[in-house]
């Protein structure tokens, strides 16, 4: 049974950090390519950071970039983002993709940032 099981959410005020984690179970890890996607409140699902499945290239969304970084564990099947510097418009839905020869979802974790 494939499973993407994200953790790390929470509320946090402006400037702070969180570490999401999305740990993958029910296939093979190592040759799937990566990501986080959110989804606010009325928008659409929008990626946020992607890291491939050879060497580890990561691409960031715009809005991101300089300020979140996305990792992963293959030995621990486990992918990471790193969120640092948080505005209140990162508040989203943060869901784990996992995707090459089919397509994976986590059901989501929650970030607030609100003072």
């Known amino acids: 049974q494939v499973q993407l099981v994200e953790s790390g959410g929470g509320l946090v005020q402006p400037g702070g950090s969180l570490r999401l984690s999305c740990a993958a179970s029910?296939?093979?890890?190592?040759?799937?390519?990566m990501s986080w996607y959110r989804q606010a409140p009325g928008k659409e699902r929008e990626l946020v950071a992607a890291?491939?499945?050879?060497?580890?290239?990561?691409n960031y969304a715009d809005s991101v970039k300089g300020r979140f970084t996305i990792s992963r564990d293959n030995a621990k099947n486990t992918v990471y983002l790193q969120m640092n510097s948080l505005k209140p418009e990162d508040t989203a839905v943060y869901y784990c993709?996992?995707?090459?020869?089919?397509?994976?979802w986590g059901q989501g974790t929650q970030v607030t940032v609100s003072s």
């Open positions: 029910g296939f093979t890890f190592r040759l799937y390519d």
């Open positions: 890291i491939t499945r050879i060497g580890g290239s990561t």
């Open positions: 993709n996992a995707k090459r020869y089919y397509d994976y």
